[in-house]
């Protein structure tokens, strides 16, 4: 049985009919969908992909969306050549596929696509955002990587980090009211942490009425409610790396 009863965690809402104005490219031994602004900048983002993976059209248009914002911006296969979620897959299956998949043991390809970021596209400024387990993984970062200003979570999962807290770079953590993946005694507990723990600038913000997945939806399918919230998103997005980076 595949999802019908209960639907994979990162609901994809509508697919974006997107084929990308970015191109694909190898960088040492993983692939990565790579867009550049006109205009020269030292300024970059690495965009985290959820389970669906790198190719996923939606998230190419967020990439697309912070190159049209001045940055460049790069999204590597993360998960290296093994296949992404399908929203075809049995749930049950889930778990099992996600042991191969760890949003913490990404630091060997952050390391390949910063060296590609600084000598090859003259990057001296870089970021980072993730969504759902690419948001995981953005907070992963912020906890250890020095060379990273500053990253955005959007509707990472909290509990594949949720006893560290001592970020490093100011970091964004974006979360949907309604999301049946990320309670909110969740957020509310590591707001609460990061309080306690964390001596750089941080902000979580939670977005009314809102379902996971809701920044990187299909944009022409969106209910009327919902669309001033999922431009407020990306607006914070931006307007965060603009801050730091």
């Known amino acids: ?35 550049k ?7 970059a ?29 790069v999204c590597p296969d993360f998960f290296v050549g093994q296949e992404a979620w399908k929203p075809s897959n049995d749930w049950a299956s889930f778990d099992d596929w996600l ?5 913490g043991k990404i630091d060997k390809e952050v390391d390949v696509i910063l060296k590609y970021l600084k000598e090859q596209c003259g990057a001296k400024k870089i970021g980072v955002i993730g969504f759902c387990w690419g948001g995981a993984a ?22 594949f980090f949720e006893n560290r807290f001592s970020l490093l770079h100011p970091t964004f953590f974006i979360f949907a009211e309604k999301d049946d993946h990320i309670p909110l005694e ?36 969106i209910s009327p409610q919902d669309k001033p919230y ?6 914070d997005m931006i307007n965060w790396l603009n801050k730091y980076l």
């Open 99 to 103: 042991k191969t998949r760890n949003a």
């Open 37 to 43: 602004p006109f205009a020269s900048t030292d300024r």
């Open 45 to 73: 983002v690495i965009v985290i992909h959820d389970i669906f993976g790198w190719q996923l059209p939606n998230t190419r248009y967020m990439a697309d969306m912070l190159t049209t914002n001045g940055y460049i911006a």
């Open 138 to 159: 953005v907070q992963h970062l912020m906890l250890k990587n020095p060379d990273l200003k500053t990253g955005v979570s959007l509707y990472g999962v909290i509990r």
């Open 186 to 221: 969740q957020v509310n507990l590591l707001e609460q942490k990061l309080k306690e723990n964390c001596k750089v600038h941080y902000e979580v913000k939670i977005y009314p009425g809102q379902t996971h997945g809701f920044v990187h939806r299909k944009r022409e399918d």
């Open 1 to 35: 049985m595949a999802n019908e009863s209960r639907p994979c965690p990162c609901d994809i809402g509508d697919r974006f009919d997107y084929g990308g104005r970015g191109q694909e490219v190898q960088v040492g031994h993983i692939k990565a969908y790579v867009c």
């Open 230 to 235: 999922i431009e407020e998103g990306r607006k």
